[in-house]
Nanobody
């Protein structure tokens, strides 16, 4: 059974930083395309960033230069380092995994709230 468990969300002031973690079981993160999505109230879910099994990364324009995706193969965990946070980054953040696109398996989400 595949499980993705996010942690690290919380309340932070604008300009602050947070690091989200996604601990995986049932899959090997280095063999999947892993990604982070977010969904703000009354908005559609959007992809924030992804990392392929080969290590190629991609970022939404809105987070380029501020967010960094990474993974620790030994811990079978993926991370999202978020810096220079803005109120518009407020959302529920989800980690996901898939063979080609990160959409087959999903975590339960973690709330990130950025106050102005």
């Amino acid at each position: 059974q595949v499980q993705l468990v996010e942690s690290g969300g919380g309340l932070v002031q604008a300009g602050g930083s947070l690091r989200l973690s996604c601990a995986a079981s049932g899959i090997i993160v280095s063999m999947y395309t892993m990604g982070w999505y977010r969904q703000a109230p009354e908005k559609q879910r959007e992809m924030v960033t992804m990392i392929t099994s080969g290590g190629t990364t991609d970022y939404a324009d809105s987070v380029k230069g501020r967010f960094t995706i990474s993974r620790d193969n030994a811990k079978n965990t993926m991370y999202l380092e978020m810096n220079s946070l803005k109120p518009e980054d407020t959302a529920v953040y989800y980690c996901a995994a898939g063979a080609i696109t990160p959409s087959r398996y999903w975590g339960q989400g973690t709330q990130v709230t950025v106050s102005s």
